[in-house]
């Protein structure tokens, strides 16, 4: 029997680099080659207890997720959902003078003291209802010795955290999700007089995002006792933003005339806008790719039409310099936004259901491929006699060395020109 190769035994390894977060950085700084803040990650993949993070991970997540649900942000479309049901229940109350704000903790993992995030996690665990006693003992152990005896390793020496949680370990989101929602929700919020100010309260890990009702002078008192509360915690909000407009994930965020929230995409002054030049080494289905992947993006992310045309203009103006064809690029683009309205309108494909209605046959890649493949075919309508109306999908991977990724995702094609037929046992064999 052979491993899966991601399950074969390999040398275990932890280790720690910095991230330069350039992007904090204004252009002048960057000019006058500031050093830029360091984040230092510290990744566990490989490590003895990975295998134990990779189990526990995805009851944690789940827990998480329950948890948090009420200012819980996944991603920015998930944010944009939001906004949409926000703007919708907006019409039906009476305009009021709002404002926009955002608030960003400050080094949030190394602030998070392990002993509190298992605290925190056993409030998320008490009200959780899907898993066992016996399995909610063995979640909060193990979360404790995977951060117990995290540790990285440099010039043949290792080393262990002197303060806050790794950065790069498979369940250091959902914990910090966790603790931040405990410290917000169950030991803070009854304490905040102005809280009855917040219209709209979400929260992306240490990045939130809300709707003010009240004054910047409020505001800025809120934020002030929001630290003197937070701070035995270990959590300090060092960047805020207010107005009628703010920038928070990739997008910019204003409020319209009607109290909307309308949005597009938000460029930072440090992103070169510098794509995949077309004089590269790549497959010419890679550069079409990148153009109809980013116009798609820009478009899903402007709420209003004049701003989407406005960044579709400057995409392709950047598009062009990186050494794409102009004539192409405007043949994508309506094509793009077809997809988006395919993808937006009320009769888009369920996912979830569309992956139930396939069968997906996973083999390595190999030269007997086309063999297999007119097996099955062959065997198409007992398959679906069996299984019911199904598509038949092949998943071809690689070779392990590059991860065991799928890089090749198709329908099962027309049969091939006919060969010498095998029988079923003979075919099978060489696969099993």
């Known amino acids: 029997m052979i491993h899966a190769p991601e399950l074969r035994p390999s040398v275990p ?23 830029p803040p360091v984040r230092l990650v510290h990744a566990t993949k490989g ?3 990975y295998r134990l993070e990779k189990f526990v991970s995805p009851y944690v997540t789940k827990i998480s997720r329950e948890y948090c649900e009420e200012e819980f942000l996944l991603d920015t479309p998930d944010l944009i959902s939001h906004i949409g049901n926000y703007n919708r229940g907006s019409l039906k109350k009476p305009r009021t003078n709002l404002q926009l704000f955002t608030l960003d903790v400050a080094a949030l993992y190394p602030s998070i003291r392990p002993e509190l995030a298992l605290t925190a996690l056993q409030d998320a665990l008490s009200n959780d209802t899907t898993c066992n006693l016996e399995l909610k003992n063995a979640i909060n152990e193990f979360t404790d010795l995977i951060f117990s005896e995290s540790f990285v390793t440099y010039q043949g020496e290792g080393y262990v955290n002197k303060e806050g949680i790794p950065t790069g370990n498979c369940i250091s989101r959902q914990v910090a999700d966790v603790t931040m929602h405990w410290v917000l929700f169950k030991q803070i919020k009854s304490k905040m007089k102005n809280w009855s100010l917040i219209n709209l309260w979400k929260r992306f890990i240490d990045d939130i995002f809300g709707v003010w009702t009240g004054t910047v002078r409020q505001f800025t ?22 107005g009628k407009s703010v920038n928070f994930l990739d997008l910019t965020l204003s409020l319209d005339s009607e109290n909307q929230i309308q949005y597009r995409l938000y460029r930072k002054e440090t992103d070169a806008r510098n794509y995949l030049r ?93 063999e297999l493949k007119k097996l099955i075919h062959d065997l ?3 398959i679906k006699r069996i ?14 060395s590059i991860g065991n990724r799928i890089v090749k995702n198709r329908q099962l094609g027309l049969p091939s020109v006919d060969s010498n037929k095998k029988n079923f046992s003979e075919m099978l064999w060489p696969w099993m």
């Open 13 to 35: 390894y932890a280790y720690a680099y910095p991230l330069y977060k350039v992007h904090k950085l204004t252009q002048d700084q960057i000019e006058a080659k500031t050093v």
């Open 47 to 49: 490590g003895p207890l």
């Open 221 to 242: 008192a809120f934020v002030e006792l929001l630290n003197n509360l937070a701070e035995p915690f270990g959590i300090r909000f060092a960047d805020q933003q207010i």
């Open 278 to 370: 077309t004089d590269s080494f790549h497959p010419h289905h890679v550069f079409n790719s990148v153009a109809f992947s980013q116009m798609i993006r820009i478009i899903e992310r402007n709420s209003q039409d004049h701003t989407c045309v406005e960044d579709l203009d400057e995409l392709k103006e950047d598009l062009v310099r990186c050494g794409h064809n102009r004539e192409k690029l405007e043949e994508t683009e309506p094509q793009a936004v077809s997809r988006v309205l395919e993808n937006s309108g009320p009769g888009r494909p369920n996912r979830e259901n569309e992956n139930q209605n396939n069968l997906v046959f996973s083999v390595q890649h190999s030269q007997d491929n086309k």
């Open 380 to 382: 198409e309508p007992d």
């Open 387 to 400: 299984c019911g109306e199904i598509r038949i999908i092949f998943a071809t991977r690689k070779h392990p």
